[in-house]
């Protein structure tokens, strides 16, 4: 259980590059060998916002202190933070139109799978993640930032800190694993 949080990490980075969401590619059906067969491609915007961004956090490791950029990947659990700042560019079809507004949580999906490998070894090792959208429009300087926070020492759990305890109480009641539902970060 972590009871000294100067023992957690934290590391933050910008990343100046318009987020996209996570999206589903094109999808059809085919036949291989006289059977319809199902197909499901890659999203090609997704797949270049991810790849714009690994080489960006890749560099920015490079010039930030060895002591710090040792921890990366970070491989133990973590809590991650994701803030949205995004660009809808504007375009004239037989209208004037703007890109669709996109939701929280698929850009946050999407980051997240762009840092796997990167700053985190995995995405199944983040206990708890949340995402803002700080403002988005046709006049916003575009870029997500990034907070980490991890120990060396041991794995961290969500911050249920904010739950009432006499929730928390009966949930775990309700769960009937009220010795199992204890996360290393409580206090």
Known sequence: MITDLSKL????????????PWAVGPIGVTNKNGK??????????????????RPHIRNHLEKIDSDVAQFFPIKNTCRITMYFWRCLDEYVTTRKSSRNWADATNMAKALEDAIQGVL???????????????????????GPIIHLEWSNIQNIGPDISKIHPQLLTNAMSAFGAANEFVFDNQV
């Open 120 to 142: 985190i070894v995995n995405d199944r090792n983040n206990t708890q993640v949340s995402c803002a959208i700080v403002e988005q429009g046709t006049m916003v300087r575009a």
């Open 36 to 53: 319809p067969r199902g197909f499901m491609g890659q999203n090609l915007q997704l797949r270049n916002y991810q790849d714009a961004v």
């Open 9 to 20: 990490n934290e590391f933050f980075i910008v990343i100046p590059i318009n987020p996209e």
